[in-house]
């Protein structure tokens, strides 16, 4: 069955930080794979998405992601936090049943001074 | 592009009322997608459209919910009667399925309050 893990409910990282996020899968075929944030209050907004091609992707806001077949893993990465970027992050992967998606369960960033 | 709009952006009712959230996506996605979310369950996908067909209704909670999409533009979600376990925010979604896009874009959410 297609699942998104996200080992993670709560990250607190000092702001300047690097920032890693952690996802596995569990997909039967070649996956596609996204990164969306939710800040409080907000719909969720897409960071970044894997389609094929080069495993290292950028996204908005300085994001990027890598995804290794190997390892089933799709990790969102960040050099440098900022307090704007607290939020909740979510990946997610698909298609599911036609065009859905299967999202995670969601993590929870602060970012403390 | 305006984005996915949703409405209203709040809603509180009471107990046994009938509640419907509106839903336009954006101009050109073929499909469409209500989710809930809450703090105990997380993100929920409740039903699909695509074309305007449902495609899967199976995260429907019960007979109390029902939705449509009676044209590209327009989608409504209705409880009818409303319980205090419906209370949660409820997002609508857009994408354009075809070819290698699959990415969803999210409106607002409406949150929901059943006293």
């Known amino acids: 069955a297609q699942s998104v893990t996200q080992p993670d409910i709560h990250i607190t990282v000092s702001e300047g930080a690097s920032l890693e996020l952690r996802c596995n899968y569990s997909?039967?075929?070649?996956?596609?794979l996204f990164w969306y944030v939710q800040s409080p209050g907000q719909g969720l907004q897409l960071l970044l998405k894997y389609f094929s091609g080069d495993t290292l992707v950028q996204g908005i806001k300085g994001f990027e992601a890598e995804f290794k077949r190997s390892q089933s893993s799709f990790n969102l990465r960040k050099p440098s936090v900022h307090w704007s970027d607290a939020a909740e992050y979510f990946c997610a992967v698909g298609p599911n049943s036609g065009y859905a998606l299967n999202f995670g369960k969601g993590t929870s960033l602060l970012v403390t001074p | 592009d305006a984005g996915v709009i949703q409405s209203p952006r709040h809603e509180v009712t009471e107990m046994g009322q009938e509640v419907t959230l509106r839903c336009k996506p954006i101009s050109g996605h073929n499909s469409l997608f209500w989710y809930r979310q809450t703090m105990m369950r997380g993100l929920e996908l409740l039903i699909y459209f695509n074309n305007n067909v449902p495609i899967d209704d199976s995260g429907m909670p019960e007979d109390r919910f029902s939705a449509k999409m009676p044209n590209a533009s327009f989608s409504t979600l209705k409880i009818q009667p409303s319980e205090p376990r419906d209370s949660a925010v409820y997002f609508c979604a857009s994408s354009f399925s075809g070819g290698a896009s699959y990415e969803q874009y999210f409106g607002p959410g409406t949150r929901l309050t059943v006293t």
């Open positions: 997909y039967g075929a070649t996956p596609y």
